[in-house]
């Protein structure tokens, strides 16, 4: 079992990303709650997982589902209560795992009483938390747009001026520029501290420092000086794991985000690879080019070798899911997701692995109105009043809407898959695709794509070399197949071979691997050309 209180134990964890609103419902409401979490804790331990993220549970008017806190000391009543919180936290432990809290520090929701306040007058102590500039009603300060689509700034009539919002009108921008407000966030960190948490996920931690007149959000100039405040006053213990999403990380700036002498956070979360099929956005759709993604991923692989720790991830609760984009989620699903898992689990950094992701849930096409998400919504708005069509505007959903990831999760193959009981409505539609692909089903079958994971899960802890080589990509101009090799003096060398298409593919097998052990493959008797998306890992002691 992972000791996580040792210093940088998550340079060889796993960690497993949870949206409680998806994951089990056990109060009948349609709503995952913190008593299913813990109904579960037995299936995580059982994939071997060392860390548990949960997304944003305090109190919340849920306008992007928890992104928007009113209340960062309280569990939102829909999720559960702080003693149902203390016990997860504490059977988790039980287990060896961890939990890791969603910190929203960069905005607040607009029914946080910080807002409420800020909102009512100038003079309130207040009101300098938020992010404030003068004009009239109808001029804002200038025409950045926010996240999810109109204008970033909006006009309160009280106090005469528009206060900023990167995201939603619902998700005013805190104001790191104020000291007060800073303590006020190292605050809310010890409280969960002290409740025995592992470490935080930091959602857009990379924007705190915005300058909205000059229209940066990312990488303002006070951010990492904030950033190293924060982990100053708040992060005081070695044991803490600290992800920091940051969406406009380069390798460059990564490396301070990440700095090795832990003057920052632990990891970055960044985008980069997840940015290859988009064009001007997300939603404009264009085909990954497998050659790209290798360039990108072995770049970041490289850069930050003994520099700085990166997060190895293809899903999170705003990613479609990875076996419908990237994979095949029709023939060769089973195939083509264990495939993806080998590709990403063995390089260096700390792998994710997303509710469903280890069973290959895959995207979900529902009706405009069955969707909940602020995001897609907002696009559809948008989208029509420009003038676009319908067809068109629905294929953008359903190959990036964040939706697809949030559908409840699939338990059996029984009524509403088990998340909920039968004659409740689900907050979200389940995947009809559920009598197939079930944790039920998998669990029973040794070749499913969780016995996958798990498998490929004890690999890491088994293999240092996972944590510490050294990274060379093969035959970068291969279009078809995803080959690296991983290196070290002291603890071996790796080969992991991904084919990324329905058809065989030459092998590309260095001489040093000719005799070497299969630690891994998704095929019986991995030999010779690739058969459709065959992955394979293979191990040779040092020498
Ligand atoms: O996401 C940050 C972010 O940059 C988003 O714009 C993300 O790229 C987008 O959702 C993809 O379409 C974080 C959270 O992960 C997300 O769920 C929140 O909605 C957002 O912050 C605001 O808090
Ligand atoms: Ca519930």
């Known amino acids: 079992m ?58 919340s008017p849920q306008k992007d589902n928890g992104y928007d806190i009113a209340n960062y000391k309280e569990i939102d009543p829909s999720i559960g209560t702080m003693e149902q919180f203390d016990e997860l936290v504490r059977l988790a432990r039980e287990r060896g795992m961890v939990i890791l809290m969603d910190l929203v520090l960069n905005h607040s929701s607009d029914k946080n009483d910080w807002f409420i306040e800020a909102s009512g007058s100038r003079d309130n102590p207040y009101h ?183 997060s190895l991830y293809f899903e999170n609760h705003d990613q479609p899911r990875i076996v419908s984009r990237w994979g095949n989620d029709g023939k060769y699903h089973d195939e083509s997701a264990k495939m993806l898992a080998v590709m990403l689990h063995g390089m260096q950094g700390t792998p994710y692995v997303y509710q469903g992701e280890e069973i290959g849930m895959t995207n979900a ?14 696009f559809y708005e948008v989208s029509v009043a420009a003038g676009i069509d319908e067809d068109s505007i629905m294929e953008s959903v359903y190959a990036k809407g964040r939706d697809n990831a949030r559908t409840p999760m699939q338990w059996t193959d029984g009524p509403n898959a088990s998340f909920t009981a039968e004659n409740v409505k689900p907050w979200l539609p389940i995947n009809p695709n559920y009598t197939e692909i079930n944790v039920d089903n998998e669990l029973v079958n040794p070749d499913s794509v969780l016995n996958f994971y798990r498998k490929l899960i004890q690999l890491r802890s088994k293999y240092s070399l996972f944590r510490t080589g050294s990274f060379t990509l093969l035959d970068p101009n291969n279009e078809k197949t995803f080959c690296y090799t991983r290196d070290s003096e002291e603890d071996g060398h790796m080969l992991v071979e991904c084919n990324f298409t329905g058809e065989v593919q030459p092998e590309v097998c260095p001489e040093l691997f000719r005799d070497a052990e299969i630690i891994l493959a998704n095929y019986k008797d991995p030999h010779g050309p690739l058969r459709p998306y065959e992955a394979r890992m293979l191990f040779t002691a040092a020498h």
């Open 128 to 310: 300098d938390y938020y992010v404030w500039r003068d004009g009239t009603p109808d001029s804002p300060p200038n025409d950045m747009e926010a996240v999810f689509g109109g204008s970033a700034w909006t006009y309160v009539p009280a106090v005469g001026q528009y206060y900023f919002h990167a995201f939603s009108p619902y998700q005013p921008d805190l104001n790191w520029d104020n000291p007060k407000l800073r303590q006020e966030l190292y605050d809310i960190v010890r409280f969960w501290v002290a409740k025995g948490v592992g470490g935080f996920r930091l959602d857009v931690i990379d924007m705190i420092a915005k300058e909205p007149d000059i229209k940066v959000t990312g990488n303002g100039t006070h951010l990492h000086e904030y950033i190293r405040e924060l982990s100053q006053e708040a992060f005081r213990e070695d044991y803490l794991v600290t992800v920091g999403e940051t969406g406009s990380a380069t390798p460059e700036s990564a490396k301070l985000f990440s700095n090795p002498d832990g003057s920052e956070l632990s990891m970055v979360f960044q985008f980069e690879h997840m940015h290859l099929d988009g064009g001007k956005d997300k939603w404009d759709l264009k085909k990954m080019d497998l050659r790209e993604l290798k360039q990108v991923m072995a770049r970041w692989q490289n850069e930050l070798f003994e520099k700085g720790w990166n």
């Open 365 to 378: 096409r529902l009706k405009i109105e069955e969707y909940d998400d602020i995001e897609i919504k907002n």
């Open 2 to 59: 992972l000791d996580t209180t040792l210093k940088e134990w998550w340079k060889s964890a796993v960690i497993y990303e949870i949206y409680p609103k998806s994951f089990q419902d056990t109060n009948y409401d349609g709503i995952g709650d913190l008593p299913g979490i813990i109904m579960h804790l037995d299936y995580l331990e059982h994939l071997g997982v060392n860390a548990i993220w949960l997304t944003p549970i305090y109190v």
